[in-house]
């Protein structure tokens, strides 16, 4: 097998193993398993893809980091979707998502230290840490209201729009704060999902992620459309980057992400990014 294939088909083999052992332990039904295999499966062809594309041979230090967080969130989507038909063991969910969560500054500091950031690697990153966050507003829904799934959908609501206004496809410029939001999203959803604070307190939790998350993407929109006649819209042509994936979304689109606490792409290629992550 050649060294392209190596490490994503290690990573469907780890995450089959982690729902292997999330059956044995706490129990998945066939909708659990077909969610967590459907997202496995995805992110391994999308990955697959995505380094023959870019005319790499394998895996980064920092990818193969940000592949096991991908693992952890296709168990904690195992156990979102298993929950439907019965209570979900938050004492395994939390936990997961928490290790998630905290691995979401690693990779970023292995790319720095090993000096291999690259865009491809930055994509993945940032479509795990936006998948997460859909699913963990998937798992909130029933303590909050259905309304707190717009967390989750904002970004896939953006990149529609980016699909009928060319000019939203512009590219922004960096913002520290998009990150703040960003990192906030994904703690906030967890102490919901936690379901240790009363209902009234989880509410207002919610909200004030919901309202960080319009902010910043009003402020980006704004921009934008602000600038959309001072300079060229640059639309980026499909690459490889574009192929890493949303998992169980029906197709691998160019989806706008939600952008990780750090950078992970040289500065150059990362701005064609920008456009696609306000939160």
Do not use: N
Request: one cysteine or more; charged letters at 15%.
């Amino acid at each position: 097998m050649s060294r392209v294939r190596t490490g994503p088909v290690l990573g469907l083999t780890a995450q089959t193993v982690l729902l292997a052992g999330l059956a044995a332990t706490v129990g998945l039904d066939v909708a659990g398993w077909l969610a967590g295999l459907g997202y496995g499966v995805v992110t391994c062809v999308a990955l697959q893809r995505g380094l023959r594309r870019r005319g790499v041979d394998r895996l980064g230090p920092a990818d193969r980091v940000t592949l096991t967080r991908g693992v952890l969130v296709g168990g904690v989507t195992a156990l979102v979707v298993t929950g439907f038909s019965g209570p979900t063991p938050l004492s395994v969910l939390v936990p997961m998502t928490a290790v998630a969560l905290a691995l979401d500054a690693v990779d970023g500091w292995v790319a720095r230290r090993t000096g291999t950031a690259s865009s491809l690697g930055a994509r993945f990153d940032m479509e795990v840490d936006a998948f997460l966050i859909l699913v963990l507003s998937v798992q909130v829904t029933p303590v909050v209201g259905p309304w707190v799934l717009a967390i989750g959908g904002l970004r896939y609501a953006f990149v529609a729009a980016g699909w009928l206004l060319p000019w939203m496809r512009g590219t922004l410029p960096p913002r520290f704060w998009r990150k703040v939001v960003a990192a906030t999203q994904g703690v906030l959803l967890l102490v919901v999902a936690a379901d240790v604070l009363a209902r009234p307190v989880t509410a207002v939790l919610a909200a004030v992620a919901l309202a960080l998350l319009v902010e910043s993407f009003g402020h980006d929109v704004g921009w934008l459309w602000w600038h959309r006649s001072t300079r060229p819209t640059r639309v980026v042509a499909p690459t490889a980057v574009t192929s890493v994936p949303v998992a169980l979304v029906p197709s691998v689109v160019a989806l706008p992400s939600v952008p990780s606490v750090r950078h992970r792409a040289d500065p150059v290629t990362d701005r064609q990014f920008v456009a696609h992550q306000p939160v």
